[in-house]
């Protein structure tokens, strides 16, 4: 079992930055490739971005040159940069671990 618990969201101006963190319990933490997804209010979760075991990366369009994942394996914590942020950024921002565990979610909010 992995527990995933997010935080640093809160609410930006536009062309602002945040940086997400998803601190996770348990000594696995290496062997999961970690993603992003958030979901805006009224529509689907979607892929944000995913760092894989070995620490290449992979960026939904969307968020591409404007947001950097990374991982700590020594801290058990990924995170994700998130610069010049837009409106059409706002929604719950939610980590997950493999297939399986998913975090409750960080609410990001940005004011035009």
């Known amino acids: 079992q992995v527990q995933l618990v997010e935080s640093g969201g809160g609410l930006v101006q536009a062309g602002g930055s945040l940086r997400l963190s998803c601190a996770t319990s348990?000594?696995?933490?290496?062997?999961?490739?970690m993603s992003w997804f958030r979901q805006a209010p009224g529509k689907e979760r979607v892929f944000v971005a995913t760092?894989?075991?070995?620490?290449?990366?992979y960026y939904a369009n969307s968020v591409k040159g404007r947001f950097i994942i990374s991982r700590d394996n020594a801290k058990n914590t990924m995170y994700l940069q998130m610069d010049s942020l837009k409106p059409e950024d706002t929604a719950v921002y939610y980590c997950?671990?493999?297939?399986?565990?998913w975090g409750q979610g960080t609410q990001v909010t940005v004011s035009s």
């Open positions: 997950k671990a493999g297939n399986t565990y």
């Open positions: 760092v894989s075991v070995s620490g290449t990366t």
């Open positions: 348990g000594r696995t933490f290496s062997t999961y490739s």
